[in-house]
């Protein structure tokens, strides 16, 4: 399966990876999971929302409700991206996690 790297839209970091459904960090730690374009954390907690294909953000005026937890699938073996240009935008930010 293809892991696809992801960036903070308005910073430009490099985030982590999209694999299937699951969100991992930049070190491969699974640390979430997608339903449709939208993250959550395994604790359900809203993340963001990919933007632009390979990019990752928080709108700004608008936050969807948590998800349902899920457990934990390990660790994916990647290596680190460069961070990337930004694409700063007022109506988006980045994810904190």
Known sequence: MEHKPLWK???GEFF???RGDDLFDQT???IGYFQGN???TLGGDYVGEIHDD???ARPVNRRPPGAGGRGSRGQINVKPRAD???RPSKAWEDPEI
């Open 16 to 18: 982590g990876w999209r």
């Open 28 to 30: 491969g730690r699974h």
């Open 9 to 11: 839209l308005n910073s």
């Open 84 to 86: 990337r240009s930004p």
């Open 54 to 56: 390979d990019f990752i």
């Open 38 to 40: 939208t993250a959550y």
